[in-house]
């Protein structure tokens, strides 16, 4: 066991969840305290002496399923491997003809659907497997062509409509009812998937052994990922990050000042002296008023920042579900105004739509013209600032070598609270080749390199804004 | 203290009306049986304040709470001496030597304890919990941390008070701010997000007497439906509760588009979240 938890360890590190040395220790201690012939128990207290980040989990789990895909899920349940002899799996019959039954097996996992009997589910999702996935030993291919190759003889689609008609039966039933039905069939077709991936790695490992399997497994964590060149699916993951980033966000935003206690309230310390002889004993303080803060966010949408600016953009949605008083902006060569598009229930889908299709951000060429967004920027919104706005500029300043016109950044900056940028490009970058970054940077109140979900996350985390009064702004 | 398994604690905590799942019960389990505070942390209303006080009740312990908020500092979460009280004995002791008056009041009759300090002194172990850590400030967290590593607090004019007994410490954390690392290794990690339909039905039936199980179903199956929807404030634990029996208040014996189109505003505190769990869910619109 112990050479199995330490293996994991390694490649929790691996995989770049910090561990430390006491939660080793602790991980190990714990361990000692529990049953470790169930899977299920023996993960929660992995998790909980060794990973402190939600956002960890999922490097977790992976590595869990593959260290310990061999500990079973109940006490009960045999722990090694079918052998030989038990079933053609051996010669993997990948026609489906022959003996074995795909029919029988189809509606056997459809009851165990239907049931909800976790252990039908798990025995035949093994069966599925060992009959379906043409698992071949030493063959370097990765757990999802397995699963590909499993899922597509089960034809999953075909069986969560006869579910769905199942449990539907012959009732006429609205589309409110359905929809319950409907999700509730989701969630059960989405344990048969688990259920066999589970049962793939478990199979892989014991063929490859966990470190090969685990490496094939590993991915950056999310929080680690370029910005700039996310795949899609990252893209996806860090949707799920960002929303509880805004809302730290909007709690620094609104976050008093410092000072723990307002101003001295002296009319009623002097009517609380009272009791004690006259001597102020008790000072009374104002209640600070709190902040109504109001972001205004600014995005460079061009070309040279597809994926970063796909990320801006859901970095806004989700702000915009926190900030009843977000703004929102995109620039090319000129800037518009789209805080319409992410209006309140907008789904992510149809604001960024709408804001590729009908935002007007190309005046000349559509090649960035910082100087311009700026400007048109000023001129047209400039007025309705308050000491009360943040602006947030995101973009990589590269400006086509056209006049940056830094200077509108410093008027900006004199009527809102604070105007803060974030660069997407590695630091080193700046102001090579046609980025003019060293322009805009003296006149913000702070820049950032934020590269990734981590670095953005550095900087909610590190925010401090001048209090909103103009009297303070340096 | 000791729980024989996870099981036994799975089974206590119900008994006492409080619903955990396997992670929970795994967890609190450890607790115990490690000394470690544990860290619980998820979005509002989906039980980890109540997970303390049912803790409590569980074992027969007293419950000392401390709640943060933003500018909470030593005065308020651990001692602090009776300014008022003091300046009464002095101006009273006025013809005293004032070595005598300075000995006399800085003594433990001048001493209010605050909720750490009297966990510390408290002759039965008791649960503590530390609710909503992320809203205090990094100074006042390292505070925390050193009490929660040694358990005893020096009081320059008394002297240092060593715990008596083990508490089991709770930290709750709505993840507003993420926490120092130095606090999350010293604790156990504790992820409680949304109740699955089959636990919130089961916490359903167990806090709203009266409620049929088709109805508790119904509304915990309506609950993932909306937390699935991308909304500023999902419903909580509480929420539903409320809206179960605001469901039961009307004698609704089934959930249809209509009735919940009536009661969104009880599920969800924001109209735009209103508007948009209406359009979604209320409206039929298919996707
Ligand atoms: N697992 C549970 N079992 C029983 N009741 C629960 C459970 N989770 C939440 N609740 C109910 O939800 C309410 C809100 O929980 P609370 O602990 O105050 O939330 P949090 O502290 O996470 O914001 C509680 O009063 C309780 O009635
Ligand atoms: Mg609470």
């Known amino acids: 066991m112990l050479g199995v938890l330490t293996g994991f360890i390694e490649e929790l590190r691996e995989a770049g969840v910090p561990v430390s040395m006491v939660e080793v220790i602790d991980s190990m201690r714990a361990v000692e305290a529990i049953e470790i012939d169930n899977r299920n128990s023996l993960r929660e207290t992995l998790r909980a002496t060794l990973v402190k980040n939600l956002r960890h989990e999922r490097a977790f789990d992976t590595a869990f399923d593959v260290y310990f895909s061999l500990v079973p899920t109940v006490a009960s349940e045999p722990t090694e491997l079918p052998e030989g002899g038990d079933g053609p799996h051996e010669q993997p019959d990948h026609q489906g003809s022959g003996e074995f039954d795909l029919d029988g097996l189809l509606q056997g996992l459809f009851q165990a659907l239907a049931d909800l009997d976790p252990d039908a589910l798990r025995s035949l999702a093994r069966a599925a497997v060992d009959q379906l996935a043409g698992m071949e030993p030493g063959r370097p291919v990765g757990g999802t062509y397995y699963l590909y190759r499993t899922l597509r003889r089960l034809e999953l689609q075909a069986m969560q409509e006869r579910l769905l008609a199942e449990l539907i039966g012959d009732d006429e039933l609205s589309e409110f009812d359905r929809r319950l039905i409907r999700e509730d069939v989701e969630a059960r077709i989405e344990q048969l998937r688990e259920e066999i991936q589970d049962e793939i790695r478990r199979r892989l490992v014991a063929d490859r052994g966990r470190e090969a399997v685990a490496r094939t497994l590993r991915r950056p964590l999310v929080e680690d990922v370029d910005l700039m060149h996310a795949t899609t699916s990252d893209l996806a993951d860090m949707e799920a990050a960002i929303g509880p980033l805004t809302r730290k966000l909007a709690a620094r935003l609104a976050r008093r000042r410092k000072k723990r206690t307002g101003r001295l309230d002296f009319r009623r310390t002097v009517r609380r002296s009272l009791a004690t002889g006259g001597v102020p004993v008790d000072p009374q303080f104002r209640h600070p008023r709190p902040h109504r803060p109001e972001v205004w966010l600014v995005c460079d949408i061009s070309g040279s920042m597809a994926t970063f600016s796909r990320f801006t953009l859901q970095f806004t949605h989700a702000m915009a579900t926190q900030f009843s008083k977000l703004r929102s902006f995109a620039f090319v060569d000129t800037v518009d105004e789209v805080t319409d598009f992410f209006g309140p229930g907008v789904d992510f889908g149809s604001a960024l739509k709408r804001v590729t299709t009908e935002a007007e951000v190309v005046w000349k060429d559509g090649h960035s013209d910082y100087g311009n967004s700026f400007e048109t920027f000023f001129s047209r919104y400039g007025s309705q600032l308050s000491p009360r706005t943040t602006v947030i500029i995101t973009g990589d300043a590269r400006n086509n070598y056209r006049p940056p016109r830094g200077k509108i950044i410093g008027e900006i900056a004199q009527s809102a609270r604070a105007v803060v940028w974030l660069n997407p490009e590695p630091m080193a970058y700046w102001d090579t080749g046609d980025s003019a970054m060293s322009h805009y940077s003296p006149h913000c109140t702070s820049v950032h390199e934020v590269r990734t979900l981590r670095q953005l996350e550095e900087f909610v985390e590190g925010l401090t804004l001048p209090a909103g009064i103009p009297a303070l702004k340096g | ?287």
């Open chain 2, 1 to 287: 203290m000791e729980f024989e398994s996870p099981q036994v604690v799975a089974d206590a905590l119900r008994s006492v009306g409080y619903l955990p799942n396997d992670r929970i019960a795994q967890v609190v389990f450890l607790a115990a049986r490690l000394d470690k505070p544990i860290l619980v942390e998820g979005p509002a209303g989906v039980g980890k304040t109540e997970l303390a006080k049912s803790l409590a009740r569980v074992t027969h312990r007293d419950l000392i709470r401390l709640q943060c908020y933003e500018g909470l500092d030593e005065s308020k979460a651990l001692y602090e001496w009776n300014y008022k009280k003091q300046l009464l004995r002095i101006q009273a002791d006025a013809d005293h030597d004032w070595e005598d008056i300075e000995h006399d009041i800085f003594s433990e009759e001048f001493l209010l304890a605050r909720p750490l300090l009297e966990a510390i002194r408290a002759e039965e172990p008791v649960i503590l919990l530390i609710d909503e850590v992320d809203r205090v400030e990094v100074e006042t967290e390292a505070l925390l941390l050193e009490i929660l590593s040694d358990f005893q607090v020096s009081i320059p004019e008394l002297g240092t008070i060593e715990a008596s007994s083990q508490p089991i410490v709770i930290l709750t954390s709505n993840n507003t701010r993420e926490l120092s690392e130095a606090l999350k290794r010293r604790c156990l990690f504790l992820h409680i997000d949304y109740p699955d339909p089959t636990r919130e039905q089961e916490i359903l039936t167990a806090r709203v007497p009266g409620l049929s199980e088709h109805l508790a179903s119904q509304i915990a199956k309506v609950a993932r439906s909306i937390r699935n929807l991308d909304l500023k404030k999902a419903p909580s634990v509480s929420e539903t509760i409320d809206w179960a029996r605001t469901l039961l208040v009307l004698s609704v014996e089934d959930v249809d588009e209509t009735i919940l189109g009536d009661t969104l505003h009880v599920l969800l505190k924001y109209q735009t979240d209103i508007e948009k769990t209406a359009k979604e869910l209320v409206s039929g619109v298919t996707d």
